[in-house]
Every structure is written in structure tokens, then in C-alpha cells.
């Protein structure tokens, strides 16, 4: 099993809000991120995928098809936008670094051709992170 | 949403300049300079430190966090940073029976991070120098002298 990893870049405003709140809760759990005027961050993503060599080609999937893969399933769709506004899976998730990996792992799981996805990570900032392999907890 | 939630590991790096000596008493001085080579300078030398800790833990659905960073800041500024940062670690407790290598910083901050409250610790990273770095998820012990 070879795992390959591709970096894409996006750069998007959002803002933490949660409308069941008050305004000072929403302040007081959120901090500056509640500021409703938004901010914005260069997020860098790393998509690994898992998969074994094709003994033709020597690729586990082909780095341009997969580039295009991120391309047309985010970074068109966050790169220069507002995500609380623009991007549908925030209109009820908060854009946490968080539920922008696991947004991120449901758009594009299913989508890359002789590979499996392994991992989304998501960096907001070179100082935090969130990664996600697609596990889910029922409780 | 609210009975199946999405495990999610959150990492935050921290920043501390520090500096410290590699002896043991253990060692006779022609063995420390052996063993520790330059790192064993009797002046110490130091590093800027990079601390990178990991937390696992379902994604709350009233925040869209593992834990809330405020949080976590406010207990890495108390107990890792306003400890470590512009320190020599030979004089800091946790070291006075262990030899200040990251290996054994590793497992002090590994045991810091594990008592914050409000997420499971998965892992602790630590970049000595940019060449040089620790990993350490929770199951050693530091050596003693």
C-alpha cells in the first residue's frame, strides 16, 4: 500500500456563530472569531490517498487527474469566499478547522479513481490543524 | 448529528526558547563529553523549541470543535510556555533526575497535556531543531539517572 499526498491552497473568510446563542455567549465561547464581519485565513489542505502501484503506469492515481479532483470539489467552490455565506455545508455547520476537514473528506470521498481516501488535513494557520479519516463516533 | 459525530484529531504547535546541558552524574566527564559530544558544553547551549500536541475527540455540535482553543491556549500559555520559554531546563524540577534531551522533554509535556481537561491527548511532537524531532503517545517513561 503506497500513501500519496497532494497540497492545495484556499483562501477564505468565515466567522464562528451559533444562532441558538446570545451574541455574549457566541462572544464569550467563539472570542474574536464571533466577530460577525468575518476574517479570513490562507488554509492549506493535504489530501493523502491510499492505493496500490499500477504496474503500467507506476502512479497509485494520477497527480494531475487528482489535482483536477481538488480543483473542481474545493478549491473552486472555497477559495475566495465567505464560507458562513457561500458554501452550503456551512449555512448549518460551523467553519471550524474542524468541519472544514471532515466537509472536505465527504466531498471528495468516492471521488478519486483506484484510490481510497485516507486522511484531510486541513491547516488554518501553520500552527493548527485538523485532520480526519473519515471515523465517526455513535453515541 | 446529534448521536453520531465525526472523530477529528486537532493539532496546535507551540513556540519556547530554552536552553540546557546533556550530563549525567551517572557518566565521568570523559564519558558525558563521549556520549553527549558539543551537547555536553558545560556552559549548555540552547534551541527554539517547537511543542505540537495532538487531541482526538468527537466534534461537538454546538461548537464544530474537539475542544475550544481558547482553552488550550490559556493552558499551554500557563503550563508549557510561561514554564519553559527563556529557562535553562537543568535547573527547571522535572529535570533534576532526568537528562534534559527532548526525548525526555517529550514525556514531560506529554504528561502536561494529558491533564487538560476538555480533550484526549493522541500525541506529542517536539522539533528540537528543525532536523531533530520527538514523538511521544503516552506509554514511556522518563529515564532516571
Known amino acids: 500500500m503506497i500513501f500519496l499526498t497532494r497540497k492545495a491552497e484556499f483562501s477564505s473568510a468565515h466567522f464562528y456563530w451559533n444562532d441558538a446563542w446570545t451574541q455574549e455567549e457566541n462572544e464569550r ?10 476574517h479570513g485565513h490562507n488554509y492549506t489542505l493535504e489530501v493523502t490517498v491510499a492505493g496500490e502501484v499500477d ?9 494531475k487527474e487528482l489535482k483536477d479532483i481538488l480543483e473542481r470539489e474545493v478549491v473552486s467552490i472555497y477559495d475566495h469566499r465567505h464560507l458562513n455565506f457561500e458554501v452550503p455545508e456551512f449555512k448549518t455547520a460551523i467553519p471550524t478547522t474542524e468541519n472544514i476537514a471532515v466537509a472536505i473528506w465527504h466531498r471528495l470521498d468516492g471521488k478519486i479513481p483506484n484510490a481510497k481516501l485516507h486522511r484531510v488535513r486541513v491547516y488554518e494557520m501553520p500552527d493548527l490543524f485538523a485532520d ?3 471515523e465517526i463516533a455513535h453515541e | 448529528m446529534s448521536n453520531s459525530r465525526p472523530v477529528v484529531l486537532l493539532s496546535r504547535r507551540y513556540h519556547f526558547s530554552a536552553s540546557h546541558r546533556l550530563h549525567t552524574e551517572a557518566y565521568d566527564a570523559e ?13 549548555g547551549h540552547g534551541h527554539n523549541y517547537t511543542v505540537q500536541v495532538t487531541f482526538r475527540g468527537a466534534v461537538d455540535a454546538e461548537t464544530g470543535m474537539v475542544c475550544n482553543l481558547g482553552d488550550l491556549d490559556a493552558f499551554a500559555r500557563t503550563k508549557l510556555i510561561d514554564r519553559f520559554d527563556h529557562t535553562n531546563l537543568n535547573t527547571m524540577e522535572c529535570f533534576a533526575e532526568t537528562v534534559s534531551t527532548t526525548e525526555n522533554l517529550a514525556i514531560e509535556v506529554q504528561r502536561i497535556f494529558a491533564e487538560f481537561p476538555y ?27
Open chain 2, 31 to 43: 564519558r558525558n563529553r563521549e556520549v553527549y559530544g558539543k551537547c555536553n558544553n558545560a556552559h
Open chain 1, 132 to 134: 480526519y479519516y473519515g
Open chain 2, 119 to 145: 480533550a484526549r491527548l493522541e500525541r506529542v511532537h517536539i522539533e528540537e531543531t528543525s532536523n531533530n524531532s520527538f514523538d511521544c503517545t503516552g506509554d514511556s517513561a522518563p529515564g532516571r539517572f
Open chain 1, 29 to 38: 465561547v467563539f472570542g474574536k472569531c464571533a466577530n460577525r464581519n468575518g
Open chain 1, 55 to 63: 504496474p503500467v503506469s507506476g502512479f497509485v492515481v494520477d497527480l
